[in-house]
Each structure stands twice: as structure tokens, then as C-alpha cells.
């Protein structure tokens, strides 16, 4: 299999941008006549860029919004607002043969490798599914050595090809899926929680293989997940959501050494270490309550009324995510700082 | 602090009058129509007043079956216990009738379950589910009951107890719904706790909230705890000691300090190696070759032996016993010495 190596194409330049991406769910009410009578605020505002050859890491929450943003960029879900372009064409006011073919580069990677399969194909029907789509990727003589090659890039038999996904462990599984997503050779795989229905000891295993994947074809991930270790092991770059914001970014450094809003201190404190004698030194910070209702986020700062540092500011006027005097990456904060005892 | 000399059998220290509770040589097997599927394979463990035991395992095992065999609560069919002893307080479990099961249930021994919402009755007021054991155990008025469960919800925590009586548990989130589970475990003073996977379908902030819980309850009513978990990171921060299963069996046990400074059988040497860790950032993560076995076709010998980076004939013809290796710590592995030598180098 060949890598879609181009010179024209410079490892770090902006391949994905995000501005301001807003997407509100309805909730109605009534039988006959259906009236809405608020909005659910799933991504409420998300701006980023991705660059060519990196992984950004996306952690939060459940409800943060990180899986409707996997959606959203993926168009399976249509924005309220914002754009998102790709390859300079905007992927959101895109459509037909100009879709298809921004579709082709950007393939996502699903969480449950036991839904995301259809139980009644093969896995080389499965994995061949992308040709049907795109037939000018692969002429349809060639399709099963390209199916048989993905699985093999992947580390699979092969000659699994007429197997069923039963016939595979949830690993396995999650490797079909991968195959998949590279089908079309894509430049971006967005991966939406890829490893955390896997046990421990396999996930290791799939990590490696996303990363073997990167070297080899200069892929660019989105990695979501709520797992801050496996984010911290495979990201360049990291996003932290919170109530359909992001509210900082910046390196795996900035992030996890010099971390300037509440909430990414708040949650990087609590990640269970596998150490009971750096366990002894952790100094928690207890997050008191649960996050609030996305359909009903508190005005102004969205985490303020689970904030030790909230004050009157905070309810009043929304932070914005921009490079605060702590630390020089952007943090959606007031009170920006970076923690100093630990 | 290791002794090389191998003996048979673990030398635990047995407390006058015996431990609180003692699993021994546990067999438990699922007849399912493909097969014979044998989950659990001799397992054995304790558990003193007071302390927290860590149960440490992977999907499929055996974690979760051998808590149920405690309880008594196991679905037969498919599920057998095919010999062993289950001793509380030196009774065995086990040979008693269902009635006298049935009354050290929640009055001695009690479980939390994973999964809140689907544990708890959707149609019925928390409140009402909280109380019904003390009305119906404890014979207690509603009136009393009603008074009690507060005192409970109280206890976990749940801010505004007295006005939440009345609310379903769909009204909760996920962390408060755990607290009503905590809290119905705890209504008839159990002796023992048995927690499964209690924060796996939680966030991080709420599970650090629920961990602090589970340890200040311990400390404050002195209810011993079994946790069963599948997560390195969870254990690390409350338990005392640490059984690891795998394939139906314990592989390792030990105090949880020492097992984390030097694992002592090549599968807990694995698992620890294979969560990224800040030092082995941008180089590949260790992992476990090949995948869990299947229960219906254990491997002969040693059953990690197909996945082991020790593996020798010896693994493949003879079953490993657990090897002393000083501390009353044990590892089932014909090369204990030689695995914990290396993680300790």
C-alpha cells in the first residue's frame, strides 16, 4: 500500500480549520402541534485548527459535547452555525460531488466496535464498503487485494476476509473499523473514544497501531476521549471541552504541566494514577456537584458554579479562549493561573 | 525482603476466630449450549474486618462471577459452583439453605452494583427502594424506615435529602444515582461491601467523588470492602491488598505497595507496562500480545502461557502454584522470582 506522500504537502500546515461551530438540538414539546421550548447546547462555539501530521487530543466530560463535535465535522449532523473548512472549500456548504469528495478525506473511527459493524457482512465486505462509495479509488478488480492489504496494514489476517465480525474479539474489532477508515486514504481520522471499550492489556495494542498509522501515511488525528493518560500518551495537541465549549488548548505540555483554567487543573487532579506512592503526593481538587444542564448553562463562564475562584465577573461576563499572561496558550478563564502546588 | 525457597501453598496469617470472609478454591462453571465454559478455576482470597481488598481483572475473568457466588445470586443455569468453600464468619455459604442466604444477604454482606440506573427500579421513589429492606428486613414502621433513609441519604451524601425522597432515580445524574445504590447497600449495617466496578460508568470528577465516599464510609462505619475493578489507577488509591485474576484464577496477590513497585507474575508485569505513562510518551506502549483465552478452551499449564514473554515447556505442561515470595504475597508463576527480580531491577 502506498502512502499518499505529495511534496506540495508540508507537515504542520493548517489542514482543518474550525470557527466557531455552534450546534443547538432542539427539545419540543406537544403531540399535535410540537413547539420548542428550548435548545440543548451540545457544541456552543468551538473554534480550532488542526495541522497536517498532528494528533490533537479532545477530553471532557460526558456532555461536554465532544462526540456531537465528531459528528458535526463529519456532517452527519447539521450545524446551527459555523464553518469548517478543509482543504480551503467549506466543508458545511459543500454538496455533491464536492462533499463526496471532502468526505473522502476526513474518516472517523467509532467507539463500540460491536454496533458500528453490520453483523451480517463480512469483514471484506465491511471494509470494502468505502469502493462502492468511491469507485475511482479502487477499479472493482483490485478491490479485494485492497481489502486484503488494509487488513493486513491493520494486523489482521488477510484471510479473515469472509469472516463475520463475531468471528473477532473487540480489539480485533476495533482494528476492522481502522481498516475501514484508512480505505479511501484519507488525510484525517476523526477517532471518537477508539479504545475505551477495549481492556487494558489490548488497548495498549491499538494505540500503537494508530500511531504505526501516522508514521506511515502522515495521517492527522482528532482523538476524543475522556481518558486524560491514553490522550496525554498519543496527542501533539490537546482540547479540553466543557458544557459545549472549549475552554483551553494548547500543547500536551501546556496542558498537562502548566494547565492556567480551573477546570483542566480540576480534572487533571483527579485522574486515578496507577502509583500508590505518587498517590500519597497527588493533592486532589474536589470538584464539588455535577456538570449543569447543557440545556440551561449558567450565564457567563459556564464552569463558574463549580469554581473555587468564581467571583461576580464570572456570572456576568463570558471568557473568551485567548492566550492569558500565566502561560502563552489560550485558556477561557478570568482568573487564569497556573497551579503551583503541586 | 524475597525468599527464594518455593512452597506449595500461601502461608496466610489466619486471625484468631479465621477471617471475616474466605473464598476457597472456588470452581464455578457455565454450561451454555456451545460448550462448557469454566470461568472460575480455583479461586481463593480473604478479607478482614476493616480492610479493602482490590479485585483486579480484565472482561471475562472472573471477577465479577466470583462476587456473585458470594452473594449467592448466581444464575443457575447457566452457572454452577462445582466445589469449593465460601466461608462467613467459618460458616460455609455454600452447603446453608436459601433462607439463611437469604438473611446474611444485606444484613452481613452486601453489593453496589456497576451499573446504577439499570440496577435501580425506575417506577419506584428512591426513597421507597432505599427504605424497603428496612421496612421489610428490619420491620420497621414507615414512619421509622422514612426517618432512617434520610439519615442514609445523609450519610452518601446527597445534598437536600429530605425533599429528594420522593424523586425517581432518573431525576438523579449518574454520580448521585451511585449514592443511592451506596446507600441501600448500607441500610442494614452489612459487615462486608461488595463494590462492582462502582465508578466505571462515571467521569473522573464524579468518580473521585465516590472513591473518597467508599473510603470515608470505610473508615467512619469500618464495612470491609472487596472492589472489584478492572482499573490500575482506581486501586492504586484505596486498597490495602490486591488479588489479580485471570482466566478464573489469582494470579497475584499482595499488598498494593509492594505489587506496584515490582509486579511478580509476567501478566500484572503487563497490564502496569501497558498504561502510557509520561516517560514512554512518543515511544510505542507496551502491550500484551495475542488476546484474553477462551473459557471454553483454557490453555494447558500455565493459562497465560500463549500471551507470556517468560514462557518456557514448563508453562505449557504444568500448571503454576502460587509461590511464596515473603510478605504472605504470591504469585502463580513458575518464574515468580525471576519476573519480580526483573521489575524491581
Not at chain 1, 51 to 59: A, C, S, W
Not at chain 1, 87 to 112: I, K, S, T, Y
Not at chain 2, 322 to 332: H, P, Q
Amino acid at each position: 500500500m502506498t502512502a499518499p506522500a505529495d511534496a506540495t504537502k508540508v507537515r504542520g500546515e493548517t489542514i482543518l480549520s474550525v470557527d466557531h461551530l455552534v450546534k443547538h438540538f432542539p427539545i419540543s414539546q406537544g403531540v399535535l402541534f410540537k413547539k420548542t421550548i428550548g435548545q440543548v447546547k451540545a457544541v456552543d462555539g468551538v473554534s480550532f485548527e488542526l495541522r497536517r501530521g498532528e494528533t490533537l487530543g479532545v477530553v471532557g466530560e460526558s456532555g461536554c459535547g465532544k462526540s456531537t463535535l465528531a459528528r458535526l465535522l463529519m456532517r452527519l449532523e447539521t450545524p446551527t452555525a459555523g464553518r469548517v473548512t478543509l482543504e480551503g472549500r467549506d466543508l458545511l456548504r459543500a454538496g455533491g460531488a464536492d462533499l463526496r469528495r471532502l468526505r473522502r478525506n476526513m474518516q472517523m473511527v467509532m467507539q463500540d466496535p460491536y454496533t458500528s459493524l453490520n453483523p451480517r457482512m463480512t469483514v471484506g465486505d465491511i471494509v470494502g464498503e468505502p469502493f462502492e462509495i468511491h469507485p475511482e479509488v479502487a477499479p472493482k478488480r483490485s478491490r479485494r487485494q485492497r481489502v486484503q492489504e488494509l487488513l493486513d496494514v491493520v494486523g489482521l489476517n488477510p484471510e479473515h476476509v469472509n469472516r463475520y465480525p463475531h468471528q473477532f474479539s473487540g480489539g480485533q474489532r476495533q482494528r476492522i473499523g481502522i481498516a475501514r477508515a484508512l480505505a479511501l486514504r484519507p488525510e484525517i481520522i476523526v477517532c471518537d473514544e477508539p479504545v475505551s471499550a477495549l481492556d487494558v492489556s489490548i488497548q495498549a495494542q491499538v494505540i500503537n497501531l494508530l500511531e504505526q498509522l501516522q508514521d506511515e501515511f502522515g495521517l492527522s488525528y482528532i482523538f476524543i476521549a475522556h481518558d486524560l493518560s491514553v490522550v496525554r500518551h498519543i496527542s501533539d495537541r490537546v482540547a479540553v471541552m466543557y458544557l459545549g465549549r472549549i475552554v483551553e488548548i494548547g500543547t500536551e505540555e501546556q496542558i498537562y504541566q502548566r494547565a492556567t483554567h480551573p477546570y483542566t487543573q480540576a480534572l487533571l487532579s483527579a485522574v486515578p494514577v496507577p502509583d500508590p506512592e505518587a498517590r500519597d503526593r497527588q493533592t486532589i481538587i474536589r470538584l464539588s456537584g455535577d456538570v449543569p444542564s447543557p440545556a440551561d448553562p449558567p450565564s457567563g463562564c459556564h464552569f463558574r458554579t463549580r469554581c473555587w475562584k468564581a467571583e461576580e465577573v464570572c456570572a456576568v461576563q463570558d471568557p473568551q479562549t485567548v492566550p492569558r499572561a500565566a502561560d502563552p496558550h489560550p485558556s477561557a478563564c478570568h482568573f487564569a493561573e497556573v497551579r503551583t502546588d503541586v | 525482603m524475597t525468599q527464594s525457597s518455593a512452597r506449595p501453598t500461601p502461608a496466610s496469617p489466619t486471625p484468631p476466630g479465621g477471617h471475616l470472609l474466605e473464598v476457597r478454591d472456588l470452581h464455578v462453571e457455565f454450561r451454555t449450549r456451545e460448550g462448557v465454559a469454566r470461568v472460575i478455576n480455583g479461586v481463593t482470597y480473604h478479607l478482614d474486618a476493616g480492610e479493602t481488598l482490590a479485585v483486579l481483572g480484565e472482561s471475562g475473568s472472573g471477577k465479577s462471577v466470583t462476587a456473585q457466588a458470594i452473594m449467592g445470586i448466581l444464575d443457575t443455569p447457566p452457572a454452577y459452583v462445582r466445589g469449593g468453600q465460601i466461608l462467613y464468619q467459618g460458616r460455609d455459604l455454600l452447603t446453608r439453605p436459601e433462607e439463611e442466604r437469604r438473611q446474611i444477604r444485606g444484613t452481613e454482606i452486601a453489593m453496589i452494583f456497576q451499573d446504577a440506573l439499570s440496577a435501580l427500579n425506575p417506577v419506584f421513589p428512591v426513597g421507597w427502594q432505599i427504605g424497603e429492606s428496612l421496612r421489610e428486613r428490619a420491620g420497621m414502621s414507615r414512619a421509622d424506615a422514612r426517618r432512617r433513609t434520610t439519615e442514609l441519604m445523609d450519610l452518601v451524601r446527597i445534598p437536600a435529602a429530605a425533599k429528594r425522597l420522593g424523586d425517581y432515580p432518573h431525576q438523579f445524574s449518574g454520580g448521585m444515582r451511585q449514592r443511592v445504590m451506596i446507600a441501600m447497600a448500607l441500610a442494614l449495617d452489612p459487615k462486608v461491601l461488595i463494590a462492582d466496578e462502582p465508578t466505571t460508568a462515571l467521569d473522573v470528577t464524579v468518580q473521585a467523588q465516590i472513591m473518597d465516599l467508599l473510603a470515608d464510609l470505610r473508615r467512619d462505619l469500618g464495612t470491609a470492602l472487596i472492589l472489584i475493578t478492572h482499573d490500575l489507577g482506581v486501586v492504586a488509591g484505596v486498597a490495602d491488598r490486591i488479588a489479580v485474576m485471570y482466566a478464573g484464577r489469582i494470579v497475584e496477590h499482595a499488598d498494593v505497595r509492594a505489587l506496584y513497585r515490582a509486579p511478580a507474575h509476567p501478566y500484572t508485569k503487563g497490564l502496569l507496562e501497558s498504561i502510557p505513562r509520561l516517560d514512554v510518551r512518543g515511544q510505542e506502549l507496551s502491550s500484551i500480545r495475542g488476546l484474553p483465552p477462551n473459557l471454553m478452551a483454557i490453555p494447558s499449564g500455565c493459562p497465560f502461557h500463549p500471551r507470556c514473554p517468560y514462557v518456557q515447556q514448563v508453562c505449557v505442561d504444568e500448571v503454576p502454584h502460587d509461590l511464596v515470595l515473603g510478605d504472605g504475597r504470591t504469585s502463580a508463576c513458575h518464574f515468580a522470582q525471576e519476573v519480580h527480580d526483573d521489575s524491581a531491577g
